[in-house]
Every structure is written in structure tokens, then in C-alpha cells.
């Protein structure tokens, strides 16, 4: 297969394909890197969200203590900017590696539920989704709901300030998403970790239990990452919307990756 570009090398991306071809035990852990192409910004890439809002004033469980009507100016336009987004072709790519029985779960860091969109049945959200909002004092659960945007916080029925249902820093991960993930880290024969820039744990873990458990670790980044000199063996180097359905073509032998 000859392209140009940044395809960095046929033999890694058969290298690859020939793992996932083998096995019916891999897994996928994802970052904000593979929505990208969707038109959702990263966090820490230039103009990352990041960079607009300050995580230590937006995304701590101390900030929205603090002032969760400032904390919500940064959720809100969050989620609006999540309004009407697809799944690109790397979200399809991965939803194929699962229908073809190579991938059989996506742990997502993300937010967005693009891979469920995207067809991939078994996924985790490790971090939790913006499509709902709970009440930080009787925990009940209700849909985001944009209309209220100029009422600042939204507050519940119970009195208690509702927050996006979202793991904030500070917070502990569910425990169902951080059990189950470590469960398939430590099990799996090939871990593909995609579009994360392997700073933040508990999540940034779960390459090296894969490791640790003798399992093949592909990476898929449009650079290297704290992953790519210690415990990625094979690192496709490029766009995950452009590096997945390549990838997902030599493992299916289909022209488009299945999208
Ligand atoms: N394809 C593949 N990788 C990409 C692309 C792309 N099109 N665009 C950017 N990337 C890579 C960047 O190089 C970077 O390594 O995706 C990664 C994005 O890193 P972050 O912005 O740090 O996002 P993520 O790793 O998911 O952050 C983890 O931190 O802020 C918290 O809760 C938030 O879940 C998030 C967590």
C-alpha cells in the first residue's frame, strides 16, 4: 500500500493489522485527540480548551464548589459546541475492529458519546458524559439542557446545584468504569490507546497494566506522547480520522477501513 503524506511506514501499519488480525482480545483506550476531526477541540493541543479555560478554574471539583456559575460559563459552552457533532472515520474504524470481534471494548476518556454514535457497542466512559446533568446533593440525573444557559448553575428541584455529569478533577472515577477498565487492561492481548496525551491517571495507566500483562500496544497520535518511548511498541504516527481506517483496512482487507 503506498500513500504519501504522513504515513510513516507500510511495515508498522502490517506490523499492526497483523495483531489486531490475530486476536479476539484487544481493546481500545481513547482521548480527545480522536474527536478532533469532529470538530471538538483537544485540551491540551494549541488553543485547546485548555488554553481558554484555565482547568484549575473550570475543572476542579474545587472551582465549581467555589463558583459553579463561573464553572458552568466553560460546561455550557462545552456542550453546545458538542451539539450536532458526528463520528469520524476513526470513531467507524474502531466500531468495525469490534463488529469484526478484534476489539472488544473502547474505553473512552472522552465525553462527547461519539463511539456510541459511531456504532461501538461496549463502551466505557471513563470520565462520565455530558449529556446528562446530577444534583450534587441528592444525585438525581436529568438531560443537559441548553435553554437554561443564562440561569447560570442549574439547581435541582431539591435545592441542591446540579453539575455535569462529568468526572471533574478531584473527583474519583466510577467505580463500575475504573474496575472494568483495569479488568481489561490487565486481560487483553492488544491495547490500541488513541488521541491521548498520557498525562492524566488514573487513565494514563492502563497502557502499562496492559503492559505489564504481556499485551501489544499500538498508539495512534499525530505525536509522540509519555507512551511512545516506554510502552508503545508500534506508534502510527498521523491523524486518527486518516491512521484507524487505514489500519482497520488491512485488518478487514476492505479499501475504506469499513466507514
Ligand atoms: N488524531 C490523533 N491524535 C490527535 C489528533 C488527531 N486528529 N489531534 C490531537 N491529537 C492528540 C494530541 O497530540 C494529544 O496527544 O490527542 C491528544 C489530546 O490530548 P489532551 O488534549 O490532553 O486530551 P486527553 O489526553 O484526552 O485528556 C485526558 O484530561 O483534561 C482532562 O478529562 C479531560 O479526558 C480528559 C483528560
Keep these: ?12 501499519y502490517e506490523r499492526a493489522a497483523a495483531v489486531i ?11 480527545a485527540g480522536i474527536s478532533v476531526e469532529s470538530g471538538i477541540p483537544d485540551f491540551r493541543s494549541a488553543g485547546g480548551l485548555w488554553s481558554r479555560y484555565p482547568p484549575d478554574q473550570f475543572a476542579t471539583m474545587e472551582a465549581f464548589t467555589q463558583n459553579p456559575d463561573k464553572v458552568w460559563e466553560m460546561w455550557y459552552e462545552l456542550a453546545e459546541s458538542l451539539q450536532g457533532v458526528e463520528p469520524n472515520p476513526g470513531h467507524y474504524a474502531l466500531a468495525k475492529l469490534e463488529e469484526e470481534g478484534h476489539i472488544k471494548a473502547v474505553i473512552t476518556q472522552n465525553i462527547d ?14 470520565h462520565g458524559n455530558a449529556d446528562k446533568i446530577a444534583c450534587t446533593a441528592c444525585f ?12 447560570g448553575a442549574p439547581r435541582c428541584e431539591c435545592g441542591g446545584v446540579m453539575k455535569p455529569d462529568v468526572v471533574l478533577f478531584g473527583e474519583v472515577i466510577p467505580e463500575y468504569a475504573l474496575r472494568t477498565s ?6 487483553c492481548d492488544v491495547l490500541v490507546v488513541v488521541g491521548t496525551s498520557a498525562q492524566v491517571y488514573p487513565a494514563a495507566s492502563l497502557p502499562f497494566l496492559a503492559k505489564e500483562s504481556g499485551a501489544t500496544i499500538i498508539e495512534c497520535n499525530t505525536e509522540p506522547t509519555n ?33
Design 1 to 12: 500500500m503506498k500513500t504519501d503524506g504522513y504515513r510513516n511506514d507500510d511495515v508498522l
Design 21 to 31: 488480525r490475530d486476536t479476539n482480545n484487544g481493546i481500545a483506550v481513547t482521548g
Design 113 to 126: 458519546a461519539l463511539h456510541h454514535h459511531a456504532g461501538s457497542n461496549t463502551v466505557i466512559e471513563y
Design 140 to 151: 438525581r440525573q436529568r438531560d443537559m439542557d441548553l435553554s437554561h444557559r443564562a440561569l
Design 182 to 187: 483495569d479488568m481489561l487492561a490487565r486481560g
Design 227 to 259: 507512551f511512545t518511548n516506554v510502552v508503545t511498541d508500534i506508534f502510527l504516527q498521523g491523524p486518527a480520522g486518516e491512521t484507524l481506517p487505514a489500519l482497520t483496512a488491512l485488518v478487514v482487507g476492505e479499501s475504506d477501513g469499513g466507514n
